[in-house]
């Protein structure tokens, strides 16, 4: 008779009717397990006399060298499906892995309730950097699940007291109230906002609340009927635009919440015969590759990428090795160009 191969972990997943993830979990007490799916797969795994391996478990604890960069996919007209400030991003923070030693591996998010505990399982990286999330108030729960499971990672994002783990993030309430301000020292009274003023966008919303500031603070009056929400597209800017313009309410300025929210707005005042800046001054943020190069080019707020990519790295690192790290936010920098009529 020939030896009976020992029982493995496909095996208990098998019979119970789960994952092999799901029962690594399991077996090592994750509380993201039922108590019943638990007692099903450890009276199995008893059945099979299934052993854990020690040495692997062992090599698993080991870190890997390895951070995960896992993408939002936003929707894009081409098939990366990746915003592009976050590829300006990405070098960076390559860089700042490699002059910390560490591999960089890239990839989606993916959105079924577990994908964050997947890392964990597979020791495939030491700690997750985060980039994009959709509608905050729906991510919010997945970040609490990353930090009752102890999973090391770090948010690309607005900075909010008592949000969970660690964020990154620019000063979207000062780069607002920045590019705002300078719009209204170009003699533009009736400002329109393009983007999401609400809590599902904390980032857009942060900008709105600079942009009313300085509204207020000019004495101006903030017109709820001049601000649209929208996502980040070129193609979302130029619906908005376009739902502005049939409200038919005055306005000679528009502050898009993105970079490519504004040059989508840019193109729908072009197709209804509106020029920019001599009709309507416009404004975006992000000051991605392309903002320099659209017609005329566009005022914008940049967020240091370079930065950006050292602290998220550096913040990650730090949890790594059980060091102290908090919250950071980066301070926001407006380039002026011709689409608010200064500027070259």
């Given at each position: 008779?020939?030896?009976?191969?020992?029982?493995?972990?496909?095996?208990?997943?098998?019979?119970?009717?789960?994952?092999q993830?799901?029962?690594?979990?399991?077996?090592?007490?994750?509380?993201?397990?039922s108590?019943?799916?638990?007692?099903?797969?450890?009276?199995?795994?008893?059945?099979?006399?299934?052993?854990?391996?020690?040495?692997?478990?062992?090599?698993?604890?080991?870190q890997?060298?390895?951070?995960?960069?896992l993408?939002?996919?936003?929707?894009?007209?081409?098939?990366?499906?990746?915003?592009?400030?976050?590829?300006?991003?990405?070098?960076?923070?390559?860089?700042?892995?490699a002059?910390?030693?560490?591999?960089?591996?890239?990839?989606?998010?993916?959105?079924?309730?577990?994908?964050?505990?997947?890392?964990?399982?597979?020791?495939?990286?030491?700690?997750?950097?985060?980039?994009?999330?959709?509608?905050?108030?729906?991510?919010?729960?997945?970040?609490?699940?990353?930090?009752?499971q102890?999973?090391?990672?770090?948010?690309?994002?607005?900075?909010?007291?008592?949000?969970?783990?660690?964020?990154?993030?620019?000063?979207?309430?000062?780069?607002?109230?920045?590019?705002?301000?300078?719009?209204?020292?170009?003699?533009?009274?009736k400002?329109?906002?393009?983007?999401?003023?609400?809590?599902?966008?904390?980032?857009?919303?942060?900008?709105?609340?600079?942009?009313?500031?300085?509204?207020?603070?000019?004495?101006?009056?903030?017109?709820?009927?001049?601000?649209?929400?929208?996502?980040?597209?070129?193609?979302?800017?130029?619906?908005?635009?376009?739902?502005?313009?049939e409200?038919?309410?005055?306005?000679?300025?528009?502050?898009?919440?993105?970079?490519?929210?504004?040059?989508?707005?840019?193109?729908?005042?072009?197709?209804?015969?509106?020029?920019?800046?001599?009709?309507?001054?416009?404004?975006?943020?992000?000051?991605?590759?392309?903002?320099?190069?659209?017609?005329?080019?566009?005022?914008?707020?940049?967020?240091?990428?370079?930065?950006?990519g050292?602290?998220?790295?550096?913040?990650?690192?730090?949890?790594?090795?059980?060091q102290?790290?908090?919250?950071?936010?980066?301070?926001?920098?407006?380039?002026?160009?011709?689409?608010?009529?200064?500027?070259?």
């Open positions: 008779m020939g030896i009976k191969p020992k029982a493995t972990s496909f095996d208990i997943a098998y019979m119970a009717g789960v994952s993830p799901t029962v690594s979990r399991a077996l090592r007490g994750s509380p993201l397990v108590e019943e799916t638990r007692k099903r797969i450890l009276d199995i795994a008893r059945q099979l006399n299934y052993k854990v391996d020690k040495n692997a478990s062992s090599l698993r604890s080991q890997s060298g390895t951070l995960a960069l993408l939002f996919e936003d929707p894009t007209p081409d098939d990366s499906h990746i915003n592009p400030f976050f590829l300006s991003m990405l070098g960076s923070i390559t860089r700042a892995c002059l910390r030693n560490y591999d960089l591996l890239v990839s989606f998010q993916q959105l079924s309730d577990d994908w964050h505990a997947d890392y964990e399982d597979s020791n495939r990286a030491d700690g997750l950097i985060l980039l994009g999330y959709g509608d905050y108030m729906d991510y919010h729960s997945k970040l609490e699940k990353l930090m009752e102890g999973t090391r990672f770090v948010l690309w994002g607005a900075v909010r007291e008592q949000q969970p783990g660690v964020s990154i993030g620019c000063d979207n309430v000062q780069g607002g109230r920045d590019c705002t301000a300078h719009l209204i020292k170009q003699g533009r009274r400002i329109a906002f393009i983007g999401g003023a609400d809590a599902g966008c904390p980032e857009f919303f942060d900008r709105y609340h600079g942009y009313t500031e300085a509204l207020q603070a000019a004495g101006l009056t903030v017109q709820p009927e001049l601000q649209i929400n929208a996502i980040t597209t070129e193609r979302a800017g130029y619906e908005a635009m376009c739902e502005l313009l409200r038919k309410v005055p306005f000679d300025a528009l502050f898009g919440a993105s970079d490519l929210i504004a040059i989508g707005a840019m193109r729908a005042l072009a197709d209804n015969g509106y020029r920019v800046p001599e009709d309507v001054a416009v404004a975006g943020f992000d000051d991605t590759p392309l903002a320099s190069f659209t017609n005329p080019p566009l005022t914008t707020v940049l967020q240091d990428t370079k930065r950006a050292e602290l998220l790295v550096e913040s990650l690192v730090k949890q790594i090795h059980k102290p790290v908090s919250s950071q936010k980066i301070p926001a920098q407006l380039v002026v160009r011709r689409s608010c009529g200064a500027g070259k």
